[in-house]
């Protein structure tokens, strides 16, 4: 039918022509209401995009070579329920001044850090230095259902 037939008709029913397929011979369309239409098709793409994976989150602790034990116990706490959560988490021993040199100090702080959580989370890239940083990978660890 023409465009002023379809019109018409979506005007007698108080609703809208809908062109779905434009670039068609002849063209479709469909007798719709817009406003319902557009409210349906924003509450599937929000549906879809909440069903979308998400990457793996992860967390960073940060300390120094001098952090002090009950500043590292503060700092493990706040990891242990980070991992219980699910996250993974980035442990990071910052390194200032002449520190940067000295390489065994970063190792025991980071070392005291991981005794802490290593009921918790498994170990995923030993320490490394890079920079300013020494750090290393830590995931949870999976719960058997």
Not at 31 to 51: L, T
Request: net charge positive; with cysteine; charged share 30%.
């Amino acid at each position: 039918m023409s465009i002023n037939q379809g019109l018409e008709m979506a005007y007698n029913k108080d609703l809208d022509l809908f062109c779905i397929a434009p670039n068609s011979k002849p063209a479709v369309c469909k007798i719709i209401n817009y406003s319902k239409y557009k409210f349906e098709k924003k509450k599937a793409e929000k549906e879809a995009k909440s069903k979308q994976t998400k990457p793996n989150p992860e967390k960073e602790i940060q300390i120094t070579s001098l952090t002090s034990q009950h500043d590292i116990e503060t700092k493990a706490n706040q990891a242990i329920k980070l991992l219980q959560k699910g996250y993974k988490l980035k442990l990071v021993v910052f390194l200032k001044g002449r520190m940067i040199d000295r390489i065994d100090v970063a190792q025991q702080a980071l070392q005291k850090l991981i005794d802490q959580l290593i009921d918790y989370g498994t170990i995923d890239k030993q320490p490394t230095k890079e920079g300013r940083q020494y750090f290393c990978f830590m995931s949870p660890i999976k719960k058997k259902n």
